[in-house]
């Protein structure tokens, strides 16, 4: 039950995001998460918001990344990569790089 609500809302929170943007706002997106995490592509940010979507919303609310800076998400991603029993190097990966992109 948790799992198809984490999904349903994956897909509600990327189809409403997606339809949404225009080219030149994703283009900005990619530049301002660039200089955050260089050279991450808008196929890996699209990656780790979906991982980060379908991994943290099943347990509690999502957090807007903005919320934390890059140094504050550290320690969260940590406590929480473990609760949530993700050992996957390159998920975790996708997920740091997606809220340190989005970080204040």
Same mark, same amino acid.
């Given at each position: 039950?948790?799992?198809?609500?984490?999904?349903?809302?994956?897909?509600?929170?990327?189809?409403?995001?997606? +339809?949404?943007?225009? %080219?030149?706002?994703?283009? /900005?997106?990619?530049?301002?998460? @660039?200089? &955050?995490?260089?050279?991450?592509? =808008?196929?890996?940010?699209?990656?780790?918001?979906?991982?980060?979507?379908?991994?943290? +919303?099943?347990?509690? %609310?999502?957090?807007?990344? /903005?919320?934390?800076?890059?140094? @504050?998400? &550290?320690?969260?991603?940590?406590? =929480?990569?473990?609760?949530?029993?993700?050992?996957?190097?390159?998920?975790?990966?996708?997920?740091?790089?997606?809220?340190?992109?989005?970080?204040?």
């Amino acid at each position: 039950m948790k799992k198809n609500f984490s999904l349903l809302m994956m897909i509600y929170f990327i189809s409403c995001t997606s +339809s949404s943007k225009n %080219s030149s706002s994703t283009i /900005d997106e990619l530049k301002h998460a @660039q200089l &955050k995490v260089p050279g991450i592509t =808008m196929e890996r940010f699209d990656a780790g918001k979906k991982l980060y979507v379908l991994n943290c +919303s099943g347990c509690h %609310s999502l957090k807007k990344p /903005d919320k934390y800076s890059t140094e @504050q998400w &550290k320690p969260i991603l940590q406590k =929480m990569f473990i609760k949530a029993k993700l050992t996957d190097e390159k998920e975790k990966t996708l997920i740091a790089d997606y809220v340190v992109a989005k970080s204040k």
